[in-house]
Antibody
Framework: QVQLQESGPGLVKPSGTLFLTCAVAGGSFAKTNWWTWVRQPPGGGLEWIGE???????VYNPSLKSRVTISLDKANNQSSLRLASVTAADTAIYYC????????????????WGQGTLVTVSS | SYELTQAPSLSVAPGQTARITCSGDGLSKQYAYWYQQKAGQAPVLVIYKDKERPSGIPERFSGSSSGRTVTLTISGVQAEDEADYHC???????????FGGGTKLTV
């Protein structure tokens, strides 16, 4: 089972851009899987951010779509998350996950999660 | 917008059965998923496709669905089951993930 590791700055200034990467360790990211990003504010619930497939088609949470970009770096076997115009409400633990969909997307299983990385938005 | 509703907390004694529910209009049409999240750790998928258990998840975890309500049942609850449990489904198109607010299970 591959391991996922999120990385990036732990502190971002308000109105700035959050940039995180999710790298694979111990193997290769399955080309049949989606790279999925989820976040969780301190003491709060989970929120799906979006995901990207190996063909580089991405889907985003409508509530974040205007500010978020998920991309793939195939050469380095990693995914990136960019979130623009951040505010304190974007303070959260950000997770990436490897998701395999079945039956043309009817259901899925999660192959692995990263441990998450805390990003604080503060001046 | 579509929402999933969970009770914020549930307390059960060791050895008893915990039933955690999640309700939402779309649950009669879309599959539900359940995640266990222990303090300071990443979520772990414990149920997918309403009632299927991923490999490695103990048999005491089971899922069921009835109309607009899905239920995660933990039989013979153990101290190690103390965690937050999050339900998740998708919108009507099956594209966007939606999470419930989570239920804190105290054992």
């Amino acid at each position: 089972q591959v391991q996922l590791q999120e990385s990036g700055p732990g502190l971002v200034k308000p109105s700035g851009t959050l940039f995180l990467t999710c790298a694979v360790a111990g193997g290769s990211f399955a080309k049949t899987n989606w790279w999925t990003w989820v976040r969780q504010p301190p003491g709060g619930g989970l929120e799906w951010i979006g995901e990207i497939y190996h063909s580089e088609s991405a889907v985003y949470n409508p509530s974040l779509k205007s500010r978020v970009t998920i991309s793939l770096d195939k050469a380095n076997n990693q995914s990136s998350l960019r979130l623009a115009s951040v505010t304190a409400a974007d303070t959260a633990i950000y997770y990436c996950a490897s998701v395999h969909y079945y039956d043309s997307g009817a259901y899925f299983e999660i192959d692995s999660w990263g441990q998450g990385t805390l990003v604080t938005v503060s001046s | 917008s579509y929402e999933l509703t969970q009770a914020p907390s549930l307390s059960v004694a060791p050895g008893q059965t915990a039933r955690i529910t999640c309700s939402g209009d779309g649950l009669s049409k879309q599959y539900a998923y359940w995640y266990q999240q222990k303090a300071g750790q990443a979520p772990v998928l414990v149920i997918y496709k309403d009632k299927e258990r991923p490999s490695g998840i103990p048999e005491r975890f089971s899922g069921s669905s009835s109309g607009r309500t899905v239920t995660l049942t933990i039989s013979g609850v153990q101290a190690e089951d103390e965690a937050d449990y999050h339900c998740q489904s998708t919108d009507s198109s099956g594209t966007f993930w939606i999470f419930g607010g989570g239920t804190k299970l105290t054992v």
